[in-house]
C-alpha cells in the first residue's frame, strides 16, 4: 500500500517535472547554475513568489467589486485575472532567477513577450465579457438569433403558429448521424462522451437561463436531453461494431452513414417546406417559404447545400475537365472558368436578379433557394480545380492495376482516383468549405435575414438593448468560430484515419 505521504511526494514530483517542462518551453533552457541538484528549489521559490503575486492580484481586483454585476461574476473575473498574472510573473521570474536569456535569448523574448501579452489581453477580454458586457440581449432573443422570426410565429392557413417542430426530426438524423461518423473513427469513447455531455451543458443552459424568458424550455430541454441520449447510445453501438467488424464492413458503414447525411439534408428541405403534391395529398400542411427562413439556421442550410450539393457536382467537373472527349470537357472547363472568375457577391446578385428569368420556365425558385445554387456552383468549382489537381497526382500504376482487375473505367474513377484524390487534396478541400461557411454571412446583402443580419438589427428592435450593439455581432462571430473549428477538428481526424498524418500511410485509403 503507498502511504500518503508517499502519494503527495509522488504528486509534488509530477507537478514539479511537468512545470520544469512546460518552464523550458516557454521561457528557454536555464542558465548553467540551474542543475538537477538545485531546480526544484528554484521552481518552488517562482512558483510561491508567482502564487503570493496572484492572490494580491485577485485582492487588489475584488477591492474594486463592480457592483452593477453580481457577486459571482466580480469573483470569475478576479480569478481569470489573477491566474494569468501567475502565469506573466511566473515566466518573468523563471527568465530572470534561472538566466534562461543567457543561453537562450529569442525564445526568452518570446516567452516575456507572449506571457505579458497574454495576461493584458485575456485580462481585458475577461472584463468586457464578463463585467462589462451587457449578455441580456442575446438571451432576449435566442430563438430569433436561431431560427429568425418566422420559425416561432409561421402563418400557416392566415393564422400564426409555432413551426419549430419541423426542425426536430432533421436535428435528430443530424446528432444521430455525427455520433455514428464518430463511432467508426479512432475517438475514444470517454473523449467523445466529454465532448457530447459539453455541447449538451451549453445547449441546455442557453435555453434554461431565466433572463428573458419568453417560452417554457422544459419541453425544449426535455428533447434536447432525449436527442443527447440517443446520440450518446449510437455511438456506443458503433462503436462496438467497429472494433468487433473487419475493416471493409467498417468502410461499407461509412459508405451507409455518407448517403443517410445526404438524405437528411433533403428531409430537412422537405419538411421545412413541402412540395405542393405532399400537401396536395394531405401528407403534411403547407411549410415555410425559405425566404421567410431566418436566423443561424439559414446558415446551417447554406453550408449543408454546399457539402451535399455541390461536392457531388465538384466531382462531376472535376473528371468532366479531365475527360478527353469535348462533350464533357469543354463544358466543363468552362463553367469553371466563369465561375472562378467572378466574386461571390457578384454571382449572388446574379443569383438574386438573373437567374429567375433563366430557370422561371423549368422552376420556381425564391431567394434562398436561389442562393443556395449559386454557393453550391461556386464551391463546386473551387473544389473541383482542387480534385483535379489530386486526380494528376494519382500514380498510373494504381490506374492499371485496376484495369487489369476487371474494373470499368467508372468504377476505377469512384473507387480508385477519386479516394486517393479526396485523401492527397482534403485539407485543401476543408479550406475552401471554411471559407465558404464564413461567405454565407453575404447572403443579408439580398434581403436574407441570416445569423449576421438579425445581429446588426437586433440591439433596434428593443429600446431596452440601443447601445448592446457589440455584444450580438461577437456571439454571431464565436458561432461561426465554433463551426469552423468543427470542421478543422473533423477534417484532422478523418485525415489521421487516412494516413496522413504519418510518412507512407497511402495504405489507410
Same mark, same amino acid.
Given at each position: 500500500?503507498?502511504?500518503?505521504?508517499?502519494?503527495?511526494?509522488?504528486?509534488?514530483?509530477?507537478?514539479?517535472?511537468?512545470?520544469?517542462?512546460?518552464?523550458?518551453?516557454?521561457?528557454?533552457?536555464?542558465?548553467?547554475?540551474?542543475?538537477?541538484? @538545485?531546480?526544484?528549489?528554484?521552481?518552488?521559490?517562482?512558483?510561491?513568489?508567482?502564487?503570493?503575486?496572484?492572490?494580491?492580484?485577485?485582492?487588489?481586483?475584488?477591492?474594486?467589486?463592480?457592483?452593477?454585476?453580481?457577486?459571482?461574476?466580480?469573483?470569475?473575473?478576479?480569478?481569470?485575472?489573477?491566474?494569468?498574472?501567475?502565469?506573466?510573473?511566473?515566466?518573468?521570474?523563471?527568465?530572470?532567477?534561472?538566466?534562461?536569456?543567457?543561453?537562450?535569448?529569442?525564445?526568452?523574448?518570446?516567452?516575456?513577450?507572449?506571457?505579458?501579452?497574454?495576461?493584458?489581453?485575456?485580462?481585458?477580454?475577461?472584463?468586457?465579457?464578463?463585467?462589462?458586457?451587457?449578455?441580456?440581449?442575446?438571451?432576449?432573443?435566442?430563438?430569433?438569433?436561431?431560427?429568425?422570426?418566422?420559425?416561432?410565429?409561421?402563418?400557416?392557413?392566415?393564422?400564426?403558429?409555432?413551426?419549430?417542430?419541423?426542425?426536430?426530426?432533421?436535428?435528430?438524423?443530424?446528432?444521430?448521424?455525427?455520433?455514428?461518423?464518430?463511432?467508426?473513427?479512432?475517438?475514444?469513447?470517454?473523449?467523445?462522451?466529454?465532448?457530447?455531455?459539453?455541447?449538451?451543458?451549453?445547449?441546455?443552459?442557453?435555453?434554461?437561463?431565466?433572463?428573458?424568458?419568453?417560452? @417554457?424550455?422544459?419541453?425544449?430541454?426535455?428533447?434536447?436531453?432525449?436527442?443527447?441520449?440517443?446520440?450518446?447510445?449510437?455511438?456506443?453501438?458503433?462503436?462496438?461494431?467497429?472494433?468487433?467488424?473487419?475493416?471493409?464492413?467498417?468502410?461499407?458503414?461509412?459508405?451507409?452513414?455518407?448517403?443517410?447525411?445526404?438524405?437528411?439534408?433533403?428531409?430537412?428541405?422537405?419538411?421545412?417546406?413541402?412540395?405542393?403534391?405532399?400537401?396536395? @395529398?394531405?401528407?403534411?400542411?403547407?411549410?415555410?417559404?425559405?425566404?421567410?427562413?431566418?436566423?443561424?439556421?439559414?446558415?446551417?442550410?447554406?453550408?449543408?447545400?454546399?457539402?451535399?450539393?455541390?461536392?457531388?457536382?465538384?466531382?462531376?467537373?472535376?473528371?468532366?475537365?479531365?475527360?478527353?472527349?469535348?462533350?464533357?470537357?469543354?463544358?466543363?472547363?468552362?463553367?469553371?472558368?466563369?465561375?472562378?472568375?467572378?466574386?461571390?457577391?457578384?454571382?449572388?446578385?446574379?443569383?438574386?436578379?438573373?437567374?429567375?428569368?433563366?430557370?422561371?420556365?423549368?422552376?420556381?425558385?425564391?431567394?434562398?433557394?436561389?442562393?443556395?445554387?449559386?454557393?453550391?456552383?461556386?464551391?463546386?468549382?473551387?473544389?473541383?480545380?482542387?480534385?483535379?489537381?489530386?486526380?494528376?497526382?494519382?500514380?498510373?500504376?494504381?490506374?492499371?492495376?485496376?484495369?487489369?482487375?476487371?474494373?470499368?473505367?467508372?468504377?476505377?474513377?469512384?473507387?480508385?482516383?477519386?479516394?486517393?484524390?479526396?485523401?492527397?487534396?482534403?485539407?485543401?478541400?476543408?479550406?475552401?468549405?471554411?471559407?465558404?461557411?464564413?461567405?454565407?454571412?453575404?447572403?443579408?446583402?439580398?434581403?436574407?435575414?441570416?445569423?449576421?443580419?438579425?445581429?446588426?438589427?437586433?440591439?433596434?428592435?428593443?429600446?431596452?438593448?440601443?447601445?448592446?450593439?457589440?455584444?450580438?455581432?461577437?456571439?454571431?462571430?464565436?458561432?461561426?468560430?465554433?463551426?469552423?473549428?468543427?470542421?478543422?477538428?473533423?477534417?484532422?481526424?478523418?485525415?489521421?484515419?487516412?494516413?496522413?498524418?504519418?510518412?507512407?500511410?497511402?495504405?489507410?485509403?
Amino acid at each position: 500500500m503507498i502511504s500518503e505521504k508517499e502519494s503527495s511526494d509522488n504528486f509534488a514530483t509530477r507537478a514539479l517535472y511537468w512545470h520544469h517542462k512546460f518552464d523550458e518551453e516557454v521561457s528557454g533552457k536555464p542558465a548553467r547554475w540551474v542543475n538537477e541538484d @538545485n531546480r526544484n528549489q528554484f521552481s518552488i521559490a517562482i512558483l510561491l513568489t508567482s502564487l503570493l503575486i496572484a492572490v494580491n492580484t485577485f485582492l487588489s481586483e475584488m477591492d474594486k467589486m463592480y457592483l452593477d454585476v453580481s457577486e459571482w461574476r466580480n469573483i470569475l473575473h478576479c480569478l481569470i485575472t489573477a491566474s494569468m498574472s501567475f502565469f506573466a510573473w511566473s515566466t518573468t521570474l523563471s527568465i530572470a532567477l534561472k538566466g534562461t536569456f543567457m543561453r537562450s535569448k529569442n525564445t526568452a523574448l518570446l516567452g516575456l513577450i507572449v506571457a505579458w501579452a497574454t495576461y493584458i489581453l485575456v485580462s481585458a477580454a475577461s472584463y468586457f465579457t464578463i463585467i462589462g458586457a451587457e449578455w441580456d440581449v442575446i438571451f432576449a432573443n435566442r430563438s430569433t438569433l436561431f431560427l429568425g422570426i418566422h420559425m416561432n410565429t409561421g402563418v400557416v392557413n392566415s393564422e400564426y403558429t409555432n413551426e419549430t417542430w419541423r426542425l426536430w426530426p432533421s436535428l435528430i438524423l443530424s446528432v444521430s448521424i455525427i455520433s455514428a461518423a464518430f463511432g467508426t473513427t479512432q475517438q475514444s469513447t470517454r473523449d467523445f462522451l466529454v465532448k457530447l455531455g459539453v455541447v449538451w451543458a451549453i445547449s441546455m443552459f442557453y435555453v434554461w437561463y431565466p433572463t428573458y424568458l419568453y417560452f @417554457n424550455p422544459d419541453n425544449v430541454m426535455l428533447r434536447l436531453t432525449l436527442t443527447a441520449a440517443l446520440g450518446a447510445s449510437v455511438f456506443l453501438a458503433t462503436k462496438r461494431y467497429t472494433l468487433r467488424s473487419e475493416e471493409y464492413l467498417v468502410n461499407r458503414l461509412r459508405s451507409y452513414i455518407a448517403f443517410a447525411s445526404v438524405i437528411t439534408f433533403f428531409i430537412a428541405i422537405i419538411l421545412l417546406d413541402p412540395p405542393e403534391s405532399i400537401v396536395d @395529398n394531405g401528407w403534411m400542411e403547407v411549410g415555410i417559404a425559405p425566404f421567410l427562413w431566418g436566423g443561424f439556421f439559414v446558415n446551417l442550410i447554406l453550408i449543408a447545400a454546399t457539402l451535399v450539393l455541390g461536392f457531388g457536382m465538384s466531382v462531376l467537373l472535376a473528371f468532366g475537365r479531365r475527360s478527353e472527349i469535348p462533350f464533357f470537357s469543354l463544358p466543363a472547363t468552362m463553367i469553371i472558368e466563369l465561375v472562378r472568375s467572378g466574386p461571390m457577391v457578384a454571382w449572388l446578385f446574379i443569383a438574386l436578379f438573373i437567374l429567375p428569368d433563366v430557370i422561371s420556365p423549368i422552376f420556381d425558385a425564391d431567394v434562398v433557394v436561389r442562393t443556395i445554387m449559386a454557393f453550391s456552383i461556386f464551391g463546386a468549382c473551387y473544389i473541383a480545380e482542387v480534385l483535379r489537381g489530386g486526380l494528376q497526382n494519382v500514380p498510373r500504376g494504381q490506374v492499371e492495376a485496376a484495369t487489369a482487375l476487371g474494373l470499368s473505367p467508372t468504377q476505377i474513377k469512384l473507387f480508385v482516383e477519386l479516394p486517393s484524390a479526396i485523401r492527397t487534396t482534403l485539407p485543401a478541400i476543408v479550406s475552401i468549405f471554411i471559407g465558404l461557411w464564413k461567405d454565407t454571412t453575404l447572403v443579408y446583402l439580398l434581403g436574407v435575414l441570416d445569423l449576421f443580419a438579425i445581429s446588426k438589427v437586433l440591439p433596434a428592435t428593443d429600446i431596452n438593448f440601443g447601445d448592446d450593439y457589440l455584444e450580438p455581432l461577437i456571439f454571431s462571430a464565436l458561432l461561426f468560430w465554433v463551426v469552423a473549428l468543427a470542421l478543422s477538428r473533423i477534417s484532422l481526424k478523418v485525415e489521421k484515419s487516412l494516413g496522413l498524418g504519418v510518412e507512407g500511410g497511402g495504405e489507410a485509403t
